[in-house]
T-cell receptor, first 111, second 112 residues
Framework: GEDVEQSLFLSVREGDSSVINCTYTDSSSTYLYWYKQEPGAGLQLLTYIFSNMDMKQDQRLTVLLNKKDKHLSLRIADTQTGDSAIYFCAERGAAGNKLTFGGGTRVLVKP | GAGVSQSPSNKVTEKGKDVELRCDPISGHTALYWYRQSLGQGLEFLIYFQGNSAPDKSGLPSDRFSAERTGGSVSTLTIQRTQQEDSAVYLC??????????FGEGSRLTVL
């Protein structure tokens, strides 16, 4: 079945850029997503990219997609303490009926 | 409503009891999903409803788990004879057909 993998933890200094990486196995993925989860809260959609794109930029967020390597990344420019959270990548397969999530990357922003 | 609403937000129960978790999706969203998030883990897909189609139950971990969606809107996830390993946050999400998922804040279940 589909599998999505992420590194567990990332520590970054305030003001630096953060890069969170994700790999997936489903070659028929149609959309790929980044969600943010703050403590005690549900998941908030940050951004998404269609599988026929290789880059999407949205303010401080840049998503890069390497479809050949099935690698997705999220870059957060000028990381702030409010960016400390767990970030999940997710993919939607061609069947379109569910999202498969990675295990989440906990990002800690140090002042 | 403005967002996906889940209740209860917290539920503590004794092993062997049945629990019901409720999800009220965003008005007009035809798709509804249940996921489970265990402590420190990612999201595990449980079940998906889309309009009047038969639900995709492929993620339900055992026959103690069931879900229904009445009138194409509110959904209830029922766990019978709860076990300690059922302790988790149960997240509901809704979307327009195959669009973006919007999540509720979850129901935290603790089985003693």
């Amino acid at each position: 079945g589909e599998d999505v993998e992420q590194s567990l933890f990332l520590s970054v200094r305030e003001g630096d850029s953060s890069v969170i990486n994700c790999t997936y196995t489903d070659s028929s993925s149609t959309y790929l997503y980044w969600y943010k989860q703050e403590p005690g809260a549900g998941l908030q959609l940050l951004t998404y990219i269609f599988s026929n794109m290789d880059m999407k930029q949205d303010q401080r967020l840049t998503v890069l997609l390497n479809k050949k390597d099935k690698h997705l990344s999220l870059r957060i420019a000028d990381t702030q303490t409010g960016d400390s959270a767990i970030y999940f990548c997710a993919e939607r397969g061609a069947a379109g009926n569910k999202l498969t999530f990675g295990g989440g990357t906990r990002v800690l922003v140090k002042p | 409503g403005a967002g996906v609403s889940q209740s209860p937000s917290n539920k503590v129960t004794e092993k062997g009891k049945d629990v019901e978790l409720r999800c009220d999706p965003i008005s007009g969203h035809t798709a509804l999903y249940w996921y489970r998030q265990s402590l420190g883990q990612g999201l595990e897909f449980l079940i998906y409803f889309q309009g009047n189609s038969a639900p995709d139950k492929s993620g339900l971990p055992s026959d103690r788990f069931s879900a229904e969606r009445t009138g194409g809107s509110v959904s209830t996830l029922t766990i019978q004879r709860t076990q300690q390993e059922d302790s988790a946050v149960y997240l509901c999400a809704s979307s327009r057909s195959t669009g973006e998922l919007f999540f509720g804040e979850g129901s935290r279940l603790t089985v003693l």
